[in-house]
């Protein structure tokens, strides 16, 4: 299975500042690379599909780039409902698909 | 608007079988467009998924839950359902049910359901 790694594990953050996670993929995915937020007690929400493309209704404050084994997400301007937990997904090929261990995004 | 419903005991014991169903309201289970998913995730842990369906019966399992897992699909009922045997306190999740577009490259899980919690306990 290919292994995803996120880093940071948890992060500490202002309302405004600028916010960038990091996924890596252990082999490469192409661009098939997919984030996700989740609320407290919530179900994950897909925020972009395919590496950039921004999911319906998301806020482009939000962006994500990359490819091959090196993928970020991006905040630009955090506001107070950004804090939550924010998954990476691999789409490679078939499944089974696997996801990043999770990076928890609380306030400073 | 598209709607997945888990349902199931939230209290299984060890060595018996976890089953759950979801069911999808506002659209139908009978899309040619996509597969429908489990995925579970321990407290305080991350997401793996579990397995998927096709309307058709065509299904994906994780290879290392393959051997206690079984899921099937209704379209009758515009459900799908899922079976894990033998459970232990590994088990133990918050399981959630989702839809997702084809397994070719770039398929993405866009609609989910709230999830429902079960505890294998004795």
Known sequence: DIQMTQSPSSLSASVGDRVTITCRASQSISSYLNWYQQKPGKAPKLLIYATSSLQSGVPSRFSASGSGTDFTLTISSLQPEDFATYFCQQSYSTLPTTFGQGTRLEIK | ?122
Not at chain 2, 77 to 89: G, M, Y
Request: charged share 10%; net charge positive.
């Open chain 2, 1 to 122: 608007q598209l709607q997945l419903q888990e349902s199931g005991p939230g209290l299984v014991k060890p060595s018996e079988t976890l089953s759950l169903t979801c069911t999808v309201s506002g659209g139908s289970i009978s899309s040619s467009s996509y597969y429908w998913g489990w995925i579970r995730q321990p407290p305080g842990k991350g997401l793996e998924w579990i397995a998927s369906i096709y309307y058709s019966g065509s299904t994906y399992y994780n290879p290392s839950l393959k051997s206690r897992i079984t899921i099937s699909v209704d379209t009758s009922k515009n459900q799908f359902s899922l079976k894990l045997s033998s459970v232990t306190a590994a088990d133990t999740a918050v399981y959630y049910c989702a839809r997702h577009n084809l397994p070719s490259n770039s398929y993405y899980m866009d609609v989910w359901g709230k999830g429902t919690t079960v505890t294998v306990s004795s």
